[in-house]
């Protein structure tokens, strides 16, 4: 049997549509499918308001398509984006002598459904201690070599980590860290992450060839990041790093809504158009009440190797004003240099390849900085929760 878009939809016809009328592919529930590497990528159309009761659809299509020969994994996502869901089926009209049915309220797993109007509770994730996001308002700024080096100097001070490649569209950290190949699974459900230098790594780069466009929409994307954090065997963690996608969009925000991220650091060049929209960034997380572990200068000014002379390319000092302005810690700033672009390319982040270098230094200090400002924030977010007497 081939594994085409034609095999995964007539797959799919076997599975109830909401209240077990017809099945989600002639009521047109069903989105665009999306197949890679054997791997099954769609979403499904559900009132928004019935979106916790209706995840039980969401697994049943998911398995149905897992008993498809040649598939390696589905993922399905549960959207209200778009009545019809984009296969261009009209659903059937409900009969007028039939009510409709009032959605039951039941919890949503794990936990009690939130009442109507606010966030669903962030949940923790199972062995990892802190989570923490590396952000930036705008892509080019350096963010994910900044992440990747973060999480080697967070490394070298003894703590446990992990990366969780965040940026769907792009993925960079199988190239950064020189990894290559496909996560095996621990119990055919959840991934192992791989691992580098002693960090492990979980990127939908692994998933999917590099050459790969991943056209998808915001709910898709969702789905992918939610289950790359909690379907994956990550073990005991101190940290995890998170490489956000670059902007303030749908992705970044669910991403800070949901998970409990307990700190975030900005990345930005000294220049005043990265600065606004850094600026975006932060305010993003200010929002949802994720605390500002602090900003990094990126790309602060560049040494000439042959002179050593320097030059502040996109101006200098920009990033450290700013967050004076803002009242916001200041990290520190990272030079422009060669050995950082030469050791990204190669798959040899610098703070491992070299780690007693300068460039490996200003890193390890900012690293440094980073576990500082975590652990107060950490600590403030525990004289916050309230205390529950027993008498």
Do not use: C
Not at 112 to 128: E, F, H, L, R, W
Not at 202 to 213: H, I, N
């Amino acid at each position: 049997m081939t594994l085409d878009r034609q095999t995964v939809i007539d797959r799919l016809r076997s599975v109830k549509g909401p209240d077990l009328e017809g099945d989600i592919v002639s009521r047109g529930l069903v989105s665009e499918i999306f197949i890679a590497d054997g791997k099954v990528f769609f979403s499904i159309t559900v009132p928004a308001k019935r979106a916790q009761e209706l995840e039980p659809l969401r697994q049943a299509a998911e398995n149905a398509v897992k008993t498809l020969p040649g598939v390696k994994g589905a993922m399905v996502a549960l959207t209200a984006e778009k009545a019809g869901g984009g296969m261009g089926t009209t659903p059937p009209p409900r009969s007028n002598s039939t009510p409709p049915r009032p959605a039951p309220q039941r919890p949503a797993p794990g936990g009690p459904a939130a009442p109507a109007g606010q966030q669903p509770a962030k949940q923790d994730v199972p062995g990892i201690k802190a989570i923490i996001a590396v952000a930036s308002g705008k892509g080019g700024v350096g963010k994910s070599t900044t992440a990747v080096n973060l999480a080697l100097g967070l490394k070298a001070l003894g703590l446990k980590v992990g990366i969780l490649d965040a940026d769907i569209y792009g993925p960079s950290m199988p190239r950064l860290l020189g990894l290559k190949g496909k996560p095996e699974t621990a119990d055919g459900k959840t991934l192992k992450p791989m691992e580098a230098f002693g960090v492990k790594v979980m990127s939908m780069g692994f998933l999917v060839e590099e050459e790969t466009p991943m056209i998808w929409r915001g709910p898709m994307v969702v789905s992918a990041l939610r289950q790359m954090l909690r379907d994956v065997a990550w073990g005991e963690l101190d940290v995890l790093v998170v490489d956000m996608p670059p902007g303030t969009g749908d992705a970044q925000l669910t991403m800070a809504q949901q998970v409990p991220l307990a700190g975030a650091v900005i990345v930005s060049t000294p220049q005043d158009l990265a600065l606004i929209d850094a600026r975006k960034g932060l305010n993003m997380f200010r929002r949802v009440d994720v605390p500002l572990l602090g900003i990094v200068e990126n790309m602060s000014y560049f040494v000439a190797p042959d002179t050593g002379k320097r030059y502040d390319i996109f101006g200098h000092g920009g990033a450290k004003a700013e967050a004076e302005r803002l009242g916001v810690p200041f990290l520190g700033e990272v030079p422009l240099t060669m050995d950082v672009r030469e050791t990204s390319d190669a798959g040899t982040p610098v703070v491992a390849s070299n780690p007693d270098g300068v460039q490996a230094g200003v890193y390890k200090e900012i690293a440094n900085r980073v576990q500082m400002h975590l652990a107060a924030a950490m600590q403030n977010a525990a004289n916050e929760a309230p205390a529950i007497v027993f008498e």
